[in-house]
């Protein structure tokens, strides 16, 4: 099986415009009547609502340091029916962990390798000339098995700029694909977490549709489509991840929303129901639910109005009576006690759980984890090994439960977050990824 020809968006680093140019090119193939497959490499779930925003078709998480070699497949094929594959790298290109997770470091250089994407690399050519290109060399040669598109130079100052940036591009054999000039106003919005949601863009289409202009004028989308390719790949049998229960209320607004692309699209296609409700509008989850799963998001930034949400609580704790309730990162701190906020005030939570966690002094909580379950969760058994991504600025006030598992970082340390679990109620400050494959 041949999938659709393909490209991966990088950088030598972050903050160097690659998610402007990912957005705008989506948009910009899709004018031009494309089926565009958007995927993220690494643990983002942020930047997939962008994309769908952009192409009209979901984005997944491809990550080698998370996912087996099944689940790898298995989102490969969601690539099946479009034209071409648009993939966003995490940090830059080479960046990972020291020591393999599950395939791989988790690096968008080896999800490149993997799927035989070319690497279309961004450039900030700002404060230098022909010296970029000793940049882009070094990163085409740190792997020469890596397949390589060319690069696009962002924010250039001047035409001048450009031809002595240009000069030393040739002079390396490395292919311009666009040219970008300074412009501030083509930045996203951020928070502490990186970029707002997209649901909280104040004008989001615009944004992109002028992002897919900016690039139509500046990038040459022909080159950029005849440079894609494929890797040939058996076709996967295997499945995305199946549900932890049959009806699942999951909370989704502002305050929660990081779920991965995979996770859902697996439990949907296994036969589950999602119903999703809003705690922010003080609405109770489905009482006809199995399973009550509050994501991540940013529970902090809506404190009050989630203390104040008597109707939410209500019916949160009534499910809980009976039935289990599950939380992550910011779904398990409003499952908690107390939430300090920045300036100090302390909002009453759901009080399933004993935890209480504070933003007053911001202590930041980044990388893989690998949990080993000491008690079930909700489709868990004890004992069972998970692979998640922890991101946040919160820390531990009182943690008084039985912990869930052991949790431990990318190279192996233990670590304090251990989640809880009281009754029918369970907490990680991870977010689940996949079931560990080894």
């Known amino acids: 099986m041949t999938n659709p020809p393909g490209v991966l968006i990088s950088a030598p680093s972050s903050g160097t415009g690659k998610t402007t140019v990912m957005l705008g090119l989506l948009r910009a193939l899709a004018e031009d009547g494309l089926a565009v497959q958007p995927f993220k490499s ?25 996912m087996g070699e099944d689940l790898l497949g298995a989102i490969a094929t969601q690539a099946q029916g479009a034209d071409i594959v648009v993939a966003e790298g995490s940090m830059g290109l080479f960046d990972g962990v020291a020591k393999p997770g599950a395939v791989g470091h988790g690096t968008s250089a080896e999800t490149a390798l993997r799927m035989g994407w070319p690497v279309v690399l961004v450039l900030d050519v700002g404060g230098q000339a022909q010296s970029a290109a000793a940049t882009a060399l070094g990163f085409r040669m740190y792997n020469p098995d890596l397949p390589f598109a060319g690069v696009i130079l962002n924010r250039c100052a001047s035409p001048r700029h450009e031809r002595l940036t240009r000069l ?9 694909l666009g040219v970008l000039p300074r412009r501030g106003d083509l930045t996203l919005p951020e928070r502490h977490l990186g970029l707002i949601q997209a649901v909280e863009h104040p004008d989001l289409e615009a944004a992109i549709t002028g992002y897919a202009a900016f690039l139509r004028e500046h990038v040459d989308l022909d080159a950029i489509r005849a440079a894609a390719s494929s890797g040939s790949h058996e076709p996967s049998s295997a499945a995305l991840p199946r549900p932890p229960a049959q009806r699942i209320a999951l909370a989704r607004d502002a305050a929660f929303s990081f779920t991965y692309p995979h996770l859902l699209k697996g439990w949907r296609e296994a036969g589950a129901e999602i119903l999703p409700f809003s705690p922010l509008a003080d609405e109770a989850p489905d009482p006809e639910a199995d399973l009550v799963w509050l994501p991540g998001g940013y529970p902090e930034l809506h404190a009050g109005t989630l203390a104040a949400a008597e109707t939410f609580r209500t019916g949160l704790r009534k499910h809980a009576e009976t039935k289990p309730v599950h939380g992550e990162c910011g779904g398990y701190m409003a499952l908690g006690e107390a939430l300090v906020d920045k300036d100090g005030a302390r909002h009453q939570m759901a009080g399933l759980l004993g935890l209480v966690t504070s933003y007053e002094k911001r202590k930041f909580n980044l990388g893989y984890r690998k949990a080993q379950l000491v008690a079930p969760m909700p489709g868990f058994a004890t004992g069972t090994e998970l692979r998640g991504h922890e991101f ?15 949790v431990f970082d990318a190279e192996g340390a233990e670590g304090p977050q251990t989640g809880s679990v009281r009754g029918h109620v369970t907490g990680t400050f991870f977010h689940l990824i996949a079931e560990d494959s080894k």
């Open 42 to 66: 690494g643990p983002d779930y942020i930047d997939p609502a962008f994309h769908l925003a952009a192409a009209g078709r979901p984005s997944f998480n491809i990550d080698s340091w998370a």
């Open 168 to 176: 030393g591009m040739e002079r390396a054999g490395l292919p311009v």
């Open 392 to 406: 946040h600025y919160s820390s531990i006030v009182e943690q008084p439960d039985a912990p869930l598992a052991r």
